[in-house]
């Protein structure tokens, strides 16, 4: 998509699957957080706010945020609560600033809740936006959803040092692609380093999973580490990567249920970038040869605990803890793998590969 000019402009169908993963997740985020920080507060960031609206839509990111931060079960803890929305357009930030006035007057918000909108570049705010409001008192939330090219790496590494904070970050890899050898100074800024200038020299099914793989160890590197990579593709087979960063298991655990809620609702198919034999599956019918591969691959180093692979598939897999069970089944049925070791508890139950029988 083109980088629109105007103040609003058509919603496509990434934005909407992302819409639903945001909704979905901030459902859990806000009361969780709400909770747990009663005495340093909680944060949702917004670096590329937008005008809050759609020529085709009226959900946006910041009126998600606004809903859910309004909710009994989150204002009933007292926690301050504060949402920052950062835009760099004059009309859609005043138009934001309007919408949210409109939908949500400052009469009935609750004591706890600071809302701002501030205008002018991500770079340049974010670190005041948020002391501004004490938001680096508590864990934050920082939604980065630029055109693919404009988070700075500067940003993920503060978010990264905060207790208990996540990034949701948009990610392009075509951009760095086709401007390696031209303009550097975005992937500077986007990779901290360098070192992303190399996929010049890669062929080009290299390209992709070289940018992918770098930006995944920064988002580790950065102090973030549980990193869900994967890729979103409309009906019309056209590609976008989304990257969650976070130090929680539960929050992946939530982010993933999401994700699996999402498909087949939004019209998006998600897929593994790096499983390149991986096709993209639609989630009410999934594939789950490449867990099933991935499992017996772990199996062939060493035995493993249902438990273990269970954890496995969590934070190094698109798939969720509760895939792991029907795919083991399947393996033991078709003795690829045999159980070590059995118990009640899935620590107790162990696997490892079956003998291979000549005959």
């Given at each position: ?295 017996v691959e772990l199996l062939g180093g060493r035995e493993h605990s249902m438990a273990e692979l ?44 079956a003998e291979q029988s000549l005959f």
């Amino acid at each position: 998509m083109a980088v629109p000019t105007g103040v609003l402009w058509k919603r496509d169908l990434h934005t909407a699957a992302k819409h639903t993963l945001l909704r979905r997740y901030v459902s859990a985020w806000f009361p969780i957080m709400a909770s747990q920080f009663r005495d340093v507060g909680i944060t949702f960031f917004d670096g590329f706010a937008g005008p809050g609206a759609y020529t085709n839509s009226s959900e946006s990111s910041p009126l998600i945020a606004m809903e859910h931060a309004l909710r009994g079960e989150v204002t009933r803890w007292g926690t301050q609560t504060r949402l920052v929305f950062v835009e760099d357009h004059r009309g859609r930030a005043e138009h934001l600033t309007n919408l949210l006035n409109a939908r949500f007057p400052p009469t009935i918000r609750p004591p706890g809740l600071e809302v701002r909108v501030r205008r002018g570049k991500c770079g340049d705010l974010y670190g005041q936006a948020i002391a501004e409001l004490g938001g680096w008192e508590g864990p934050v939330f920082a939604n980065l959803d630029g055109w693919g090219a404009d988070t700075n790496y500067e940003i993920v590494q503060r978010i990264g040092q905060q207790q208990s904070s996540e990034v949701l970050v948009t990610f392009e890899d075509q951009f760095f692609i086709r401007f390696a050898n031209g303009e550097q100074e975005a992937g500077e800024r986007v990779f901290g380093r360098s070192n992303w200038r190399r996929v010049d020299r890669l062929n080009t099914a290299g390209k992709k999973p070289f940018l992918l793989g770098l930006y995944h160890q920064g988002l580790h590197t950065a102090g973030f580490p549980h990193v869900l990579t994967f890729e979103m593709i409309d009906e019309g087979g056209h590609s976008l990567h989304l990257f969650f960063g976070t130090t929680s298991d539960v929050a992946v655990r939530k982010f993933k249920d999401g994700l699996w809620e999402v498909d087949g609702v939004s019209g998006q198919r998600f897929r593994d970038p790096r499983d390149p034999d991986q096709m993209s599956f639609d989630i009410l019918r999934p594939d789950f040869t490449p867990l099933a591969n991935g499992i017996v691959e772990l199996l062939g180093g060493r035995e493993h605990s249902m438990a273990e692979l269970c954890k496995h598939a969590l934070l190094e897999t698109i798939y969720k803890e509760t895939h792991v069970k029907p795919v083991v089944d399947s393996l033991l049925e078709q003795r690829r793998v045999e159980l070590a070791r059995t118990g009640r508890s899935y620590e107790d139950r162990v696997l490892r590969l079956a003998e291979q029988s000549l005959f």
